[in-house]
């Protein structure tokens, strides 16, 4: 069974600060994915990072992909609070009728 | 956003008594899924299908059957609802060649 454990699990800031979040697994997943779920709403993709070392960059958003990808991290530059949710890494279970793997989650909440 | 709708949004049941949720898609993805979301477990695969009349197991099927009859329907059926199976439940769709998969908003479901 392949697990992904993300830290922190939860995480508190002010608007303006730094934060990132991670995603560890032991297995090497082929793509791995981030989403957002806002409350009371399903989990929305962000990004899908495939290939090892890859880095992308959605606004103050910053995606990297681990060299041996098996983790990944998440950074956001001045938080704001719009970036208040629940971050979701999933990476793909190859061949497996596009299965995907989710993480525990980490829960944002950006105050004022 | 894609779409996927799913019904009831919100039940509350007794235990005992069979329950069918419904996911609804206009997108004519290839792939549906049902998920459960419960704390400090994140999201886990119930079933998924991968084509009209063609399904399998996720990781917590137990409990759970669905039927997918029509490419734009899948349901998810509790045969007898138990207070376990209280939770929120997420479909989610995906197409052919890709892992990336789009939620529907869910369903809270209280066994009581």
């Known amino acids: 069974t392949q697990l992904l454990e993300q830290s922190p699990q939860f995480l508190s800031i002010q608007e303006g600060e730094n934060l990132t979040v991670y995603c560890n697994s032991s297995?090497?997943?082929?793509?791995l994915q981030w989403y957002r779920q806002e409350p009371g709403e399903g989990p929305v993709l962000l990004v899908t990072?495939?290939?090892?070392?890859e880095v992308k960059k959605l606004k103050r958003l910053t995606f990297q992909f681990g060299d041996a990808r098996k983790d990944s991290s998440l950074h956001i530059t001045a938080a704001q609070p719009g970036d208040t949710g629940l971050y979701l890494c999933?990476?793909?279970?190859?061949?497996?009728?596009?299965?995907?793997?989710f993480g525990t989650g980490t829960r944002l909440q950006v105050t004022l | 956003d894609a779409g996927i709708t799913q019904s009831p949004r919100h039940k509350v049941t007794e235990t005992g008594t069979p329950v069918t949720l419904r996911c609804h898609q206009t997108?004519?993805?290839?792939?549906m899924y049902w998920y459960r979301q419960d704390p400090g477990h994140g999201l886990r695969l119930i079933h998924y299908?991968?084509?009209?009349?063609?399904?399998d197991k996720g990781e917590v099927s137990d409990g759970y059957s669905v039927s997918r009859s029509k490419t734009e329907d899948f349901l998810l059926t509790l045969e007898s609802a138990t207070s376990s199976q209280t939770s929120v439940y997420f479909c989610?769709?995906?197409?052919?060649?890709?892992?990336?998969?789009?939620f529907g908003p869910g369903t809270r479901l209280t066994v009581t």
């Open positions: 999933a990476g793909e279970n190859t061949g497996t009728a596009s299965k995907l793997t």
């Open positions: 297995s090497v997943f082929s793509s």
């Open positions: 990072v495939v290939t090892g070392g």
């Open positions: 997108e004519n993805h290839r792939y």
């Open positions: 299908s991968y084509g009209v009349k063609d399904t």
């Open positions: 989610a769709i995906g197409r052919l060649g890709s892992y990336e998969q789009y």
